[in-house]
């Protein structure tokens, strides 16, 4: 079964705190992303990664930057905490085959920024 | 005009029927097609995939997947209470793009 772990299920942090978001899988998976998921809004993607030390922009990443020094670890930072980052934040990793292989989900970490 | 649309519901159904779920998306290169089941406060599960034209049938689930008309839809039978979920619609192409989501609750 793949596994993903996320560092935290309920974070709060104060306006302008630097944020770190651990995640991590132990299927040996090429590809790891993260998202937000907000009412109405749905899943919106903020950057994936599809081998160690590479990174690329998703949808949304104005505010976010990312880290991925090992294969099994996706790190997402939020550089200075904004109340408009309150949200879900879902890690997800993908085996290989490009970016459009089956992507399974850690268990979230719920955000509140006050 | 958005990747992946799907009736956001919420959609009720009685205890032993069948649920349908449907999806439409916006561009003919897409390749695969994912239903997944998202329980409130929890992370989205996988149900199934879907490569091909036609049905694909999982115990309860069965996907069908029609290109030409670029719609997908999810069906559920002998629907039970433990079926209450949103359940997303994803598609991909060069990434992922992902629906809002279906709320489901299945009244026992």
């Known amino acids: 079964d793949v596994k993903v772990t996320q560092s935290s299920r309920y974070l709060v942090k104060r306006t302008g705190e630097k944020v770190f978001l651990e995640c991590v899988q132990d299927?040996?998976?090429?590809?790891m992303f993260w998202y937000r998921q907000d009412p109405g809004l749905g899943l919106r993607l903020i950057y994936f990664?599809?081998?160690?030390?590479?990174?690329e922009k998703g949808d949304i990443p104005e505010g976010y930057s990312v880290s991925r020094e090992k294969k099994e670890r996706f790190s997402l930072i939020l550089e200075s905490a904004s109340t408009n980052q309150t949200s879900m934040y879902l890690c997800?990793?993908?085996?290989?085959?490009?970016?459009?292989?089956?992507?399974?989900f850690g268990p979230g970490t719920r955000l509140t920024v006050l | 005009q958005k990747e992946v649309e799907q009736n956001s519901g919420p959609l009720s159904v009685p205890e032993g029927a069948i649920a349908s779920l449907n999806c439409t998306y916006s561009?003919?290169?897409?390749?695969?097609f994912f239903w997944y089941r998202q329980y409130s406060g929890k992370s989205p599960e996988l149900i199934m995939s879907?490569?091909?034209?036609g049905d694909k049938e999982d115990g309860r689930f069965t996907a069908q997947l029609n290109k030409a008309s670029q719609y997908v839809s999810l069906l559920i039978r002998d629907s039970q209470p433990s079926d209450s979920a949103t359940y997303l619609c994803?598609?991909?192409?060069?990434?992922?793009?992902f629906g809002t989501g279906t709320s489901l609750t299945v009244i026992p």
């Open positions: 299927m040996d998976h090429e590809n």
């Open positions: 994803a598609v991909s192409k060069d990434q992922f793009y």
């Open positions: 997800a990793s993908s085996l290989a085959g490009g970016l459009t292989d089956t992507q399974y």
């Open positions: 879907i490569y091909s034209n």
């Open positions: 990664s599809y081998d160690v030390k590479m990174k």
């Open positions: 561009d003919r290169v897409s390749q695969s």
